[in-house]
């Protein structure tokens, strides 16, 4: 495959129209967006089947078009050039005396911190979160607008990407195009754990690492404006210094390539992941990347890999995995939440963290299942935690919809309660945060209500306080 | 002027393409985007000269252009249609029988939270910040795509609005085109202060207001949906009952409307606001909004209003605002930021807010000035900070660029203590935050750095250190 699709690549004309902007912009295989997008929908489709999946089924069909338009435009940046966002955003603006000081369009730093922005790993195709703070050092007499230093930022973050690389060419383009005395970049960047590792609370298990890229004035280990700079980053709360929680630079951030095991280990038919695997490369291809390039070399294994934990499960693994509510054991337990009521005691299970893979877009979503039920009175019927745990991995970890997985869970520890049961999901989506819409704080609750929840609003109304009681610094 | 104009709209016909669409669609006075743009220009030309700006000069030149194109976006939703946007989101999704309860496709709530969006008030055509919740209750067994309730809020935003009646038409909208059993839509706004009312803090001094409406099944008293909504929402830290510094309901929460001053006052030259309020009611217009009714009226002079305060100054208005740093009371003071350094003690005067208007984009950016400077030993040369803010407020309060403005007070600080003077400006720009770009959370800082804080390092990040103390929360 490696050398038919390297020459391929190799015989594409630059589709660029500006011979300057070559550098800014790799050729497109397809001259027209809509094409190259749709190219991508069979791979999508290969991804489908071999996860198990019925792609003519409602809720999967319309998924190859809305994956390969959001990983279109995920990775604009390709087909983005900085010196269009640059140009004519330039402006004239009076500096002091060099032997004075330095201020306005000569020397005095100029600094746009907190930027949100969200790329995809090189490594494994996931998208991850970025705040990036951006410095530069006018020269020349002329200023650059503010946004400009987001929307070039935002070219080289709409690619696939590892944060020190962004670091660089984020740099590297400010300084070409701005032609000021000296760029600072710091990027702060968190990355999705394996969905084992995830937690309950927002980014808690996320990967982690803090890296930057300097030129011209910031350069060198004396440069003061580097020490200003940091000092103007942390007046926001952010110590680049201090580094806590970065990984050591030589152990690659992203949790995939960390643990690194061999690629035929933990998917389960060979032959089908070998059809999903060229299908995430030619997927590479049509973004106009190479797939042999040296950073890119295992990441079709990796991303596949990530895919194939949420791969559709039947009744046979739930046996394996030893879950089954019918047999939960049923004991009495100290402590757990519990309130007296007429049909027995309400009980909770609450913040107990999932990660699924949304069925629309191929993106996780994750988050935190709280689960109500009634005992059978008397303590009887109490269910463990553990087999709560099953239960939402069962549910949640496989190509899902929210709405979906809350009715399955809530119907699944009804059949056992009996009396009654109440599921609230809580997630934040990465369709809705990475894509298009970019609500990055935005989260979604959904809820199940089933038996003497459904007739007894006080229970209903006593659950939601047990779960807000609990919900920590979030309120 | 009014009699004209009414009659020019009632003679447009509606340019929609598709007939249904009517409700979702305010026609355009010209087919093409670009024109209307176009015609924008003239207008914001016109305020320029009104507000005593040279419009040939570098920073404004393309002023007109950028803020008709800004001014577009960001009323886009006049030319979106929420059918077009949840057509073929509309997803199967098997819910629970009845009468054992609400899930899934039938009866389960959901409801995304923490949406941020931006819009414009109608009063004023200053941009507003809003936290928007939005809940639905699936109904025949089909859900929507979660991002939809993002991008149907987001049509409604992108107009001239204010909150009451965007909750109720977002509202109506989701109601009429997903056709559930209920909507529930909840939103926490912030709108800017007069910039006299401004304070330190970001969001401290802003006026805010919480509004709701809701549909189907969350209508009543008794509505059970309702206060789960509430309590759903509540998980995310808001309580949308205790409304703690909402304006009461009868008192209008635009600040340039409830201190409503008779529209000849604060306005110096007559003849050139008349001017200005036709431009600004020619820019309503080419919106496809109708500038007589009933909302609007009094828009224009509102939003000239705002803009006065910011017009260009000269020396005179220094002298009859009484500020000249030359003639600054010098005294010794106790207390205030004091170091002793080589060439006197570091003197500071840190957290000075200010409002300035953005010259790019004829859009409001606010923040805190800190000024350090070396007295002339022995504490002769202390300066009131009361003298400060004046010259905050002097080269603040205009249109400016961030970077101007901090070598301008720079210059002046430094133009009496002459042994040195250090600024750092911090702001947040709505230029950066309600346009195109949208980075919310982003903050810009530039520094001026003259005389003896240029030859010792020291000196300059002892400043830094010193406003790093004071920073407060924020570290």
Redesign the interface.
């Known amino acids: 495959m490696g050398a038919l699709e390297g020459a391929h690549l190799a015989a594409v004309a630059c589709a660029c129209d500006d011979d300057e902007e070559q550098s800014d912009c790799i050729p497109l295989l397809a001259g027209d967006a809509a094409t190259a997008a749709d190219a991508m929908e069979p791979a999508v489709r290969a991804l489908l089947l071999g996860l198990g999946e019925d792609d003519r089924r409602?809720?999967l069909r319309?998924t190859p078009k809305r994956v390969s338009k959001a990983f279109r435009d995920g990775t604009r940046g390709y087909r983005q050039k900085v010196k269009d966002i640059v140009r004519?955003a330039l402006?004239?603006?009076?500096?002091?005396d060099k032997r004075?000081?330095?201020?306005?369009?000569t020397?005095?730093?100029?600094?746009?911190?907190?930027?949100?922005l969200f790329s995809y790993c090189e490594s494994c195709l996931l998208p991850f979160s970025i705040q990036c703070h951006v410095g530069y050092v006018?020269s020349g007499g002329r200023?650059v607008?503010?946004?400009k230093l987001?929307?070039v930022s935002?070219v080289f973050a709409k690619r696939l990407q590892n944060p020190q690389r962004l670091a660089n060419e984020v740099c590297g383009a400010l300084h070409a195009s701005i032609q000021p005395a000296g760029v600072a970049v710091a990027l702060q960047c968190w990355h999705i754990p394996l969905p084992e590792n995830l937690e309950c609370k927002t980014l808690q298990g996320w990967i982690r690492t803090s890296r930057s890229c300097r030129s011209g004035l910031f350069e060198g280990e004396s440069s003061?404006l580097w020490?200003?700079f940091l000092?103007?980053v942390?007046?926001?709360?952010i110590d680049m210094e201090a580094g806590t929680g970065d990984r050591c630079v030589s152990v690659p951030w992203c949790p995939l390539r960390s643990r690194e095991v061999p690629l035929s280990n933990g998917l389960c038919k060979k032959s089908s992941t070998n059809g999903m695997v060229s299908a995430v490369a030619s997927m590479l291809l049509s973004l106009g990347e190479d797939p042999l390039r040296k950073e890119l070399l295992g990441t079709p294994q990796r991303y596949v890999q990530w895919l194939m934990k949420f791969r559709a499960r039947n009744l046979l693994d739930v046996k394996l995995n030893g879950f089954t509510l019918g047999n939960a054991s049923l004991h009495e337990r100290p402590g757990g939440g519990t309130a007296d009521h007429g049909h027995g005691s309400i009980r909770t299970e609450l913040h107990l963290p999932f990660c699924a893979q949304c069925e629309?877009h191929l993106l996780p979503f994750y988050g935190v299942v709280h689960i109500g039920y009634l005992d059978k009175g008397s303590g009887e019927g109490i269910i463990d935690r553990s087999h709560f745990q099953a239960l939402v991995r069962f549910y949640g970890c496989k190509l899902q919809?929210?709405?979906?997985m809350?009715?399955q869970i809530?119907?699944a520890v009804?059949s056992v309660s009996r009396n009654g049961a109440m599921?609230?999901v809580?997630a934040s989506?990465m369709?809705?945060i990475s894509?298009?819409?970019?609500?990055?704080?935005?989260?979604?609750?959904?809820?199940?209500?089933?038996?003497h929840?459904?007739t007894d609003?006080s229970a209903?109304?006593r659950f939601?306080?047990n779960?807000?009681r609990t919900?920590g610094s979030?309120?």
Do not use: W, Y
């Open positions: 409602e809720g319309r004519g402006f004239p603006e009076v500096g002091v004075t000081g330095s201020a306005g369009g020397g005095g730093q100029v600094v746009v911190r907190d930027i949100e006018p200023v607008g503010l946004s987001s929307r935002d003061t020490s200003d000092a103007l942390k007046l926001r709360g629309h919809v929210q709405e979906r809350t009715r809530a119907e009804h599921v609230v809580e989506h369709c809705m894509r298009g819409v970019e609500k990055i704080r935005s989260n979604t609750a959904t809820v199940a209500v089933l038996g929840f459904l609003p209903k109304a939601l306080q779960v807000l919900a979030a309120v």
